[in-house]
């Protein structure tokens, strides 16, 4: 059993930046896949980027590329998300998920997190 625990949240304005943390235990966190996904309110959960097990391969929506950054620290137990160059449509709460295949689709991650809030002001 893995429990993710995501931090780093906050409100920020137009053009700021926000690195969230998701730190793991309880598990072999360097065997899984990491996501990050985000739900605005009344919309469903919606993939952010994704990163491979050892770090070497990432994955972004194309909403994000260019401003968002993937990372693992896997002697950490921590995956990182950092945020760039935000929007108000980035306003979301931000979840990052484990699973043995990282894929776009929520129902691919067995183990998720509560998730962190941002808020993003124009």
């Known amino acids: 059993q893995v429990q993710l625990v995501e931090s780093g949240g906050g409100l920020v304005q137009t053009g700021g930046s926000l690195r969230l943390s998701c730190a793991a235990s309880?598990?072999?966190?360097?065997?899984?896949?990491m996501g990050w996904f985000r739900q605005a309110p009344g919309k469903e959960r919606d993939f952010v980027a994704v990163?491979?097990?050892?770090?070497?391969?990432?994955s972004y929506s194309a909403s994000v590329k260019g401003r968002f950054t993937i990372s693992r620290d896997n002697a950490k137990n921590t995956v990182y998300l950092q945020m760039n160059s935000l929007r108000p449509e980035d306003t979301a709460v931000y979840y990052c998920a484990a699973g043995a295949i990282g894929t776009v689709y929520p129902r691919s991650y067995t183990y998720w997190g509560q998730g962190t809030p941002v808020t993003v002001s124009s």
């Open positions: 990163i491979n097990s050892s770090g070497g391969i990432t």
């Open positions: 309880g598990g072999t966190f360097g065997g899984y896949a």
